[in-house]
């Protein structure tokens, strides 16, 4: 849905968007569609190798091979591949996200541990990530500073950040509301 947002807004600013181009020189195709097919072609492919093994598997009655990916999939990695991706069609870099969120988790167990509301830390935590991403953007957009270069410095401060707040272990206790959230 939202590249069909993203094609619909890049056509109504550029009615040429979606034009494709023939080079005689070399025969080859040409354009921002055969870009982004380009650039979309390895998701397609694990897309499509996922849907195969899922259809197979349901129509054997068995899961497989989702079952044995169990381990290793979990829904804010997925949630971060997917945004990321469009980070990446667009042509964009963002070397931050795993240090922000590192940032953000420890110092939300912090504030946990603490006494907090974990419903006030959630949102928190979101906040954390959302001012990085615009000391980021701000970096890029207004000082013109290169992309892989801001969210390089955005990623050594996050990962500075997280080492400063956890110099000793700390675990949410079995007990804790924050807990709770995610069952």
């Not at 979309?40 to 129509?59: D, E, F, N, R």
């Amino acid at each position: 849905m939202a590249i069909v947002l993203l094609l619909a807004v890049n056509v109504a600013k550029d009615p040429s968007y979606l034009s494709i181009s023939y080079s005689a020189y070399n025969g080859a195709l040409g354009g921002n569609v055969i870009d982004i097919l380009w650039a979309a072609a390895p998701v397609m492919m694990i897309a499509l190798a996922l849907g195969i093994s899922v259809v197979l598997g349901l129509a054997n009655g068995v899961l497989v091979f989702a079952v044995g990916l169990q381990p290793f999939i979990s829904a804010h990695l997925i949630v971060l591949a997917v945004g990321l991706t469009f980070v990446i069609l667009i042509g964009g870099i963002d070397l931050s996200v795993g240090a922000v969120i590192a940032f953000s988790s420890v110092s939300g167990v912090v504030l946990v541990n603490a006494g907090w509301n974990a419903w006030l830390v959630m949102v928190l935590m979101i906040l954390i990530g959302a001012a990085f991403g615009l000391a980021s953007g701000v970096l890029i957009q207004c000082s013109n500073v290169q992309p892989f270069i801001a969210t390089l410095a955005m990623m050594f401060l996050a990962r500075g950040l997280a080492s400063m707040l956890s110099t000793k272990p700390e675990r949410l206790p079995e007990e804790s509301s924050f807990r709770s959230l995610a069952s």
